[in-house]
T-cell receptor, first 109, second 113 residues
């Protein structure tokens, strides 16, 4: 099976920056996704990386290093509404999508 | 409607009963998926369909069946529910199948007693 690891929980202060790391070991690689999931709601798509480097989208950025099997999601200028779970998902060589268990981010005032 | 809808929102079910979770999308997406989400385990794929008329097994298919009679609907059936099927179930769809981003429905919270 696939192995996708991310921290269980992180806490940060409003206005700060938080970096959520994701490491993966999969049979082949065809892209990495980040989803945001508020409690009791559906996951919503945040970002997609298939090539090495940084993808920036407003306050959120996602980085990928395929050789290291590593990605991170960077959340800048944290707001209370950013309190949520963040899911890392990797598409393997057979184009199957596997999810990590998610990182719960709590933003404090 | 716009996007993906699921019904019911939540359900409490006696073990041994049959249950069908409904999923409908109006985006004309070709591919649809069923996941279950359990605390600490993340989302796990149950079944998928790359196009109407075809289905495939995911990571945890036992105890579940699906059908894809048309593009819009992808029901998930539990033939004889067991307590280990207590979970939150999410339906998702993507435009062209496994190469595209998946978009999720609001989920069904199922409790089997």
């Amino acid at each position: 099976g696939q192995n996708i690891d991310q921290p269980t929980e992180m806490t940060a202060t409003e206005g700060a920056i938080v970096q959520i790391n994701c490491t993966y070991q999969t049979s082949g690689f065809n892209g990495l996704f980040w989803y945001q999931q508020h409690a009791g709601e559906a996951p919503t798509f945040l970002s997609y990386n298939v090539l090495d480097g940084l993808e920036e989208k407003g306050r959120f950025s996602s980085f990928l290093s395929r050789s290291k099997g590593y990605s991170y999601l960077l959340l800048k200028e944290l707001q209370m509404k950013d309190s949520a779970s963040y899911l890392c998902a990797v598409r393997d060589g057979d184009y199957k999508l596997s999810f990590g268990a998610g990182t719960t981010v709590t933003v404090r005032a | 409607i716009a996007g993906i809808t699921q019904a019911p929102t939540s359900q409490i079910l006696a073990a041994g009963r049959r249950m069908t979770l409904r999923c409908t999308q109006d985006m004309r997406h070709n591919a649809m998926y069923w996941y279950r989400q359990d605390l600490g385990l993340g989302l796990r794929l149950i079944h998928y369909s790359n196009t109407a008329g075809t289905t495939g097994k995911g990571e945890v298919p036992d105890g579940y069946s699906v059908s894809r009679a048309n593009t819009d609907d992808f029901p998930l059936t539990l033939a004889s529910a067991v307590p280990s099927q207590t979970s939150v179930y999410f339906c998702a769809s993507s435009r062209q199948g496994s190469t595209d981003t998946q978009y999720f429905g609001p989920g069904t919270r199922l409790t089997v007693l």
